[in-house]
C-alpha cells in the first residue's frame, strides 16, 4: 500500500495502473508543482489534497472516478476553481482537475460551441467573439464555465438572452459509476433538468455545448461614479430607471472605495462611491439613448460608458477580484430596492474598512424570468435584484473585521430576502441549499440524486444529500 496522505492509503498496485495509462498527470505532496495546483482563486482556503489528477480528456476523468470508487476515497472535482468557499478542494481528498481540458469548438454557421469543462470565460468569448457570437456567462473572465453554468451562470446579457443555462443544449457526463453519458432536451431529461442549477451533485461534466447568440464586438457599456454620499438620491433614481427597462439593458451596482484605476481622477481614489455598471446588449446607438438619463443625473465624478469591445467590458473586473486575496460573502436575493432596504445598503456601505471590498448587487429580471421556474433546477427566477455582499483583503490582516462587516450587512438584509442564488453561497450547511432550491425543487433534486448518486459519491459541494 502507497500511503497518500495522512490515514490514507491506495494500493500501490491501483495507483501505478492509473498512472500507467494517464494522459494527464497526477501530481502527488511531492510533486514540485503540488502547491500551484491545489491553490484555488479564494486566498483564505488553504487545502491539502491526497492526490491531484489532472485530467488531459474524458478516459482520464473515468479513470479517476473508477479507481476512487473501488477503493473508496472522498474526491473533490475543479474547473476553474472558483467556488467561493472552494469547494473544489479538500484536504485529503482525491481531486480531479479539469483544468487541462480546455477545448472550444465554435460552429458559426449552427451558432453552437462545444466547450469542454477546463475552459474560463474569457477563454470562451474570444472564441465566440471572433465570429461576433456570445454564450451568456458571467462577469469576471477567469471564472470556470463549468461550476458557473452548472448553478445557473447570471452575467451582462442575461436579461436579453437567459442565464447560461438558458442556452445550454447538451452534456456529456461521467456518473458516479465511471459512466459516460449525455444529458439534453430529449436524452436523460431528468439530468438535463437537474444539471441545470444543481451544480456538480450528479456527475462531473466534461463537455457543454451552448447555442450561441450574436452580440457585439462593440457594445455600449462600462461604469458611472458618484460620491457614495450621494447614494441614497442616485439608487432611487436608478430603481425607478430599471424598473421598466427593455431585455437590453443590464446592470450591476457596486459600492466601495473608488479604485486607482486610470478613468478614475486621481483625487477620488480611496474614497467611498457608488457606481452604476451597464451593459447593452444591442445596437449601441440605442444604447447610448437608454442610458443617458442616468449619465445625466445628479452629478457623476467619473463616466466610462462608452462604445468598446465586449471583450474589454468582460474583462471590467478581473483587476478588483485577482485570484489569491482572502474573500467572504453572504448573498441574498431580494424582491425590489424599498427605501427601507436602499437607506440599510447606504449605511452600511458608508462603513466599508478595506479598500479592496466591493460588492455587487445585480440586477435580475428580463428573459431570465420568462422561463418557467420549473424548467430547471435554477431557482429565484422571479427575484428583482441578487446582493451578493463581499469583503476582501489582501492577506489575513483586516479579514475578520471585513467579514463581520459582511455578516452584520447581510443580517440587515435578509429579513427582506426571498431566495439566494445557489453559486453565491459559502459553506452554509444544508438549510441554505435547501432554501437556494427551494423545498420543493429541492426534493425533486433529492430524488434525482438518489437515482444518480445514491452514495453521495460526489459530496463535495452544495451538497443535494440523497438520504
Ligand atoms: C471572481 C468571481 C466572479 C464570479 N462571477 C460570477 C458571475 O458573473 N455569474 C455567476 O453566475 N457566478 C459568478 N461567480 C460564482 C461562480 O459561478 C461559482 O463560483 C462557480 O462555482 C465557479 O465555477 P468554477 O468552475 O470556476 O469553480 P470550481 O471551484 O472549480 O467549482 C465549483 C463547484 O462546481 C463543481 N464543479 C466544477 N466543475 C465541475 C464539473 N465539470 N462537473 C461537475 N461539477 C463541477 C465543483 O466540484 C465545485 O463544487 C463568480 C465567482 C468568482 C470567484
Known amino acids: ?5 495522512e490515514g490514507l492509503t491506495l494500493d500501490e498496485k491501483a495507483l501505478a495502473e492509473l498512472q500507467g495509462g494517464f494522459r494527464g498527470e497526477i501530481v502527488g505532496r511531492d510533486h514540485p508543482t503540488y502547491d500551484e495546483h491545489r491553490k484555488v482563486w479564494n486566498g483564505s482556503i488553504n487545502r491539502r489534497p491526497a492526490l491531484i489528477a489532472r485530467c488531459a480528456g474524458v478516459a482520464d476523468v473515468i479513470a479517476a472516478v473508477k479507481l476512487c470508487r473501488q477503493h473508496g476515497l472522498p474526491v473533490a472535482v475543479r474547473s476553474g476553481g472558483h467556488s467561493f468557499p472552494g469547494l473544489s478542494v479538500a484536504d485529503d481528498a482525491f481531486l480531479i482537475d479539469l483544468s487541462l481540458m480546455k477545448g472550444v469548438r465554435v460552429d458559426p454557421e449552427a451558432r453552437t460551441a462545444r466547450v469542454q469543462a477546463g475552459v474560463l470565460l474569457g477563454e470562451l468569448d474570444r472564441e ?7 454564450a451568456p456567462s458571467g462577469i469576471v473572465t477567469h471564472t470556470g464555465v463549468a461550476g458557473l453554468t452548472l448553478g445557473g451562470g447570471i452575467g451582462w446579457i442575461m436579461r436579453k438572452h437567459g442565464l447560461s443555462i438558458d442556452r445550454l443544449r447538451r452534456v456529456d457526463l461521467v456518473t458516479a459509476e465511471g459512466e459516460l453519458v449525455r444529458a439534453s432536451a430529449d436524452e436523460n431529461e431528468d439530468l438535463f433538468w437537474g444539471i441545470r442549477g444543481g451544480g456538480g451533485n450528479f456527475g462531473i461534466v466534461t463537455e457543454f455545448e451552448f447555442d450561441l447568440v450574436p452580440l457585439g464586438p462593440p457594445v455600449m457599456a462600462g461604469p458611472i461614479f458618484w460620491a457614495m454620499d450621494d447614494a441614497p438620491e442616485v439608487l432611487r433614481f436608478y430603481r425607478d430607471w430599471v424598473a421598466d427597462a427593455p431585455d437590453e439593458l443590464m446592470t450591476v451596482v457596486l459600492h466601495r472605495k473608488a479604485p486607482p484605476l486610470p478613468f478614475v481622477p486621481d483625487e477620488l481614489h480611496g474614497k467611498p462611491v457608488v457606481i452604476v455598471i451597464s451593459c447593452w446588449a444591442g445596437a449601441v446607438d440605442d444604447g447610448e ?9 445628479g452629478k457623476p465624478v467619473a463616466d466610462a460608458c462608452a462604445a468598446k469591445p465586449f471583450m474589454t467590458h468582460q474583462a471590467m473586473f478581473d483587476p478588483s477580484f485577482p485570484p489569491g486575496r482572502w474573500y467572504y460573502f453572504k448573498s441574498c436575493d431580494v424582491p425590489g430596492l424599498t427605501d427601507e432596504i436602499i437607506d440599510t445598503t447606504v449605511e452600511h456601505s458608508l462603513r466599508i474598512s478595506s479598500p479592496l471590498t466591493s460588492f455587487p448587487i445585480w440586477q435580475m429580471g428580463g428573459a431570465v424570468a420568462r422561463v418557467g421556474e420549473d424548467e430547471t ?34 443580517s440587515a438584509i435578509e429579513p427582506y430576502s426571498t431566495s439566494v442564488y445557489v453559486n453565491f453561497l459559502m459553506d452554509e450547511g444544508q438549510d441554505r441549499v435547501r432554501q ?18 445514491p452514495d453521495n459519491f460526489f459530496r463535495i459541494n452544495q451538497n443535494i444529500s440523497p438520504a
Open 289 to 297: 439613448k437608454a442610458i443617458r438619463p442616468m449619465k445625466e443625473f
Open 1 to 5: 500500500m502507497a500511503a497518500i496522505a
Open 436 to 453: 437556494a432550491y427551494g423545498a420543493r425543487k429541492y426534493e425533486r433534486l433529492k430524488a434525482l440524486k438518489r437515482k444518480y448518486d
Open 377 to 410: 433546477a435554477f431557482n429565484g427566477r422571479n427575484t428583482a435584484f441578487t446582493y451578493n455582499i463581499g469583503g476582501s483583503t489582501a492577506t489575513a490582516d483586516g479579514f475578520d473585521e471585513e467579514r463581520e462587516w459582511v455578516r452584520n450587512f447581510w
Open 128 to 134: 465566440t467573439q471572433a465570429f461576433g457570437l456570445a
